[in-house]
């Protein structure tokens, strides 16, 4: 029989106290931060040119206190490297390095705190580090075409669970091996793509943990239309997957999915929410006439985890500020 994968969530959980801080939005987070993403490669593209970047960006969301750093493969694909000239060898080592980079934001904000605390005063009380584990993200296939088809699930008739999972299954085994605690399959948009994960997780050696992260548009449905507790249950049977909820969705919707999702698992739920912002693909851009400010998002957190979310963060358009307003809000103090 193999390790229990959901003992990893759970003893995290405990440790922090009950509910985790997830990071913010990270492609948004980095054009906040000066980065040009205009690319099919999105946020991946700083894995080439700027790493740097990524890791300060880490650093931001562990100093607003963050428990959970999303490394930046959501539209790192071996397949889209490639593309731009990458060879095999060359693609499957940007994807590692996601994970190398958020790691290493990790060992310098432990290292910075450790050196603080060792000097402030003979008597410091030994400084104890906050767990803090790194999920390595895998965005959909449709956030690999680079169109916009995570939000429309629309994947059309030539795309089959074979051909889903043909597509994610290298880069799902890489980013398993990659020293990440966690895979964050993040925005699912149908319930076809939930499929292929799950039978890509049952049938490969995977020996970390994973989450299920689906997005909607009209909270109640998946994007695509699918039911979400028909995608949750397909999770739900799956040994590998620890836990189960929403990313990238509006904060108003957020409410009445809990409710539904609560009914059909008995995973820990996460939450993360992106602006309210909406996304126009044609445009490339988010419009922004129904965002919600630092303090409304925030002022949900609380109802959240009444509703039974137990690993609350943002998605895109979020910042380092919503971070550090969800850990006040949690009652959170300092490192
Ligand atoms: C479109 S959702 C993007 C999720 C990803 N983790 C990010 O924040 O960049
Ligand atoms: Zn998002």
Redesign the pocket.
């Known amino acids: 029989m193999g390790a229990d994968l959901s003992a990893v969530l759970r003893d995290f959980l405990r440790e922090s106290g009950g509910c985790a801080i997830i990071?913010?939005?990270?492609?948004?987070?980095?054009e906040a931060n000066g980065a040009d993403l205009n690319d099919p490669l999105?946020?991946a593209k700083c894995l080439i040119a700027s790493p740097e970047l990524i890791r300060k960006v880490h650093l931001d969301y562990l100093e607003a206190g963050a428990d959970i750093l999303?490394?930046?493969s959501?539209?790192a694909t071996i397949q889209g490297f490639q593309s731009k000239g990458f060879s095999i060898e060359q693609s499957e080592a940007l994807l590692r390095k996601s994970v190398t980079v958020a790691c290493e934001a990790r060992e310098i904000f432990y290292k910075k705190y450790t050196s603080s605390s060792c000097n402030s005063s003979s008597t410091a009380v030994p400084f104890k580090k906050r767990p803090i584990l790194i999920a390595a993200?895998i965005?959909s296939y449709g956030?690999y075409l680079a169109d916009g088809s995570?939000?429309s699930g629309e994947y059309g008739d030539a795309i089959t669970l074979k051909s889903l999972k043909d597509f994610h299954g290298r880069r799902v085994q890489i980013l398993a091996e990659s020293g990440a605690d966690l895979l964050?399959f993040?925005?699912i948009p149908n319930k076809l793509e939930c499929q292929a994960y799950a039978e890509l997780l049952e049938e490969n050696d995977i020996r970390i943990p994973a989450w299920f992260a689906f997005?909607s548009k009209d909270g109640i449905n998946v994007v695509s239309g699918d039911s979400i507790p028909e995608c949750i249950s397909i999770a739900e049977q799956c040994t590998k997957v620890v836990a189960v909820g929403i990313?990238?969705t509006p904060p108003r919707f957020i409410h009445g999915l809990l409710l539904s999702i609560q009914k059909v698992t008995t995973k820990p739920i996460l939450i993360?929410p992106?602006s309210g912002e909406t996304?126009d693909p044609d445009a490339k851009e988010w419009v922004e006439t129904s965002g919600e400010s630092d303090e409304d998002f925030v002022s949900h957190v609380m109802k959240w985890c009444e509703d039974g979310a137990c690993l609350i963060g943002?998605?895109?358009r979020t910042t380092p500020n919503t971070i550090r307003a969800i850990s006040r809000a949690l009652g959170r103090h300092g490192v």
């Open positions: 990071d913010g939005g990270l492609a948004t987070e980095l999105w946020s999303i490394t930046a959501y539209q993200s965005g956030a995570e939000y964050a993040e925005t997005n990313n990238c993360y992106n996304y943002g998605c895109c």
